[in-house]
């Protein structure tokens, strides 16, 4: 007997006090938190989501408890999301709620169940992928330099492996940011914090490369955008991980690449040159030290197997050399 076909339920509409909720809750991150509109976007999605769940249990917004909030993220691992979103969405549904009782909203949950007290999945410590020298130094001689556009992204790669900045960085970047004097770039960071990064000679001579071959030639106006795309306007996020992942096509690299592995491969490559822990959390812009400490487990265990590996191969020389000793002597 052939199987009905499975039909999915259309997304069920929120009622008209959660969505109420959420709006305003979306207008005070865009307007006083100052998030971006990819943030916000993402918080629109995540909470929707978890508003309708609630709906489907039969479960006003103002009445769910924590028993509500683990149903969902359980939903969430038998949908097989990745973790690392599941601990975003908890994030969310957790800070809408603070913002909720810090407005006065009335939260009706069961005594002991407050969502306030949602605690997040434990998060598996996956240490971030990176690029040795040769492999990253072929990715920035990918982009063709006799034309404007791979002279810009050839100056987007050294930047992105040159300071490890944030895709979203990169493209808020303005020419006057950069100081060729210093070899520094004022980036705008999460929250709308600043920060003075470094950049190196490569970096500076891509830069200026870019600014006084090719950016004339994408130009169409006063624009004040450092990195354009053919119709003169800011170059957007997507735009710059299309270009990170293709410089990694044509470089023939295995793994695929996008532009947080090189921020990754930056900040490996410094820890270990010897750079303090401290100044690479600068640079990084990471608020906690603890999130720039794993680079150092990274930057550790390469120098491992870089020793394990030198052992391994001088074992190898030392027993070829004794089975060619009887035949010596």
Avoid at 75 to 94: C, H, K, M, P, Y
Avoid at 205 to 230: C, H, I, M, S
Wanted: charged share 30%; proline share 5%; net charge positive.
């Amino acid at each position: 007997m052939a199987r009905k076909p499975v039909v999915e339920e259309p997304p069920r509409e929120l009622d008209a006090p959660a969505h109420d909720a959420l709006e305003r809750y979306l207008a005070y991150v865009e307007g006083v938190k100052r998030r971006s509109a990819y943030t916000v976007r993402n918080y629109r999605t995540d909470l929707t989501d978890f508003l309708r769940f609630l709906g489907m249990r039969g479960r006003a917004f103002d009445a769910a408890g924590r028993e509500d909030g683990r149903a969902y993220l359980s939903s969430l691992q038998e949908r097989a999301v990745a973790e690392g979103s599941i601990r975003r969405r908890a994030t969310t549904v957790r800070g809408f709620y603070h913002w909720l009782d810090a407005e006065g909203v009335p939260l009706r949950a069961r005594p002991g169940d407050s969502m306030l007290r949602l605690r997040f999945p434990k998060q598996t410590h996956r240490l971030p992928h990176f690029l040795d020298v040769e492999e990253a130094q072929r990715i920035v001689d990918a982009p063709d330099r006799d034309t404007a556009g791979g002279l810009r992204d050839r100056a987007i790669l050294e930047l992105l492996w040159g300071a490890g900045l944030r895709v979203s960085e990169i493209t808020n970047l303005d020419a006057r940011d950069l100081d060729f004097a210093t070899l520094q770039v004022r980036v705008t960071g999460k929250g709308d914090k600043t920060r003075i990064c470094l950049f190196g000679a490569p970096a500076r001579d891509a830069l200026r490369e870019y600014l006084d071959v090719a950016r004339p030639q994408l130009a169409k106006g006063a624009q004040t955008a450092l990195f354009l795309n053919r119709s003169g306007g800011r170059l957007t996020p997507r735009s710059v991980q299309n270009i990170v992942r293709d410089a990694g096509t044509q470089a023939a690299l295995r793994q695929s690449v996008h532009p947080h592995l090189l921020r990754h491969t930056f900040a490996t490559h410094l820890i270990e040159g010897g750079a303090d822990l401290r100044i690479v959390q600068h640079l990084l812009g990471h608020s906690s030290p603890d999130t720039t400490q794993i680079y150092t487990t990274v930057a550790h265990r390469r120098q491992a197997s870089l020793v394990t590996d030198a052992l391994a191969a001088a074992r190898k020389v030392e027993r070829h050399n004794l089975q060619d000793a009887p035949a010596r002597a």
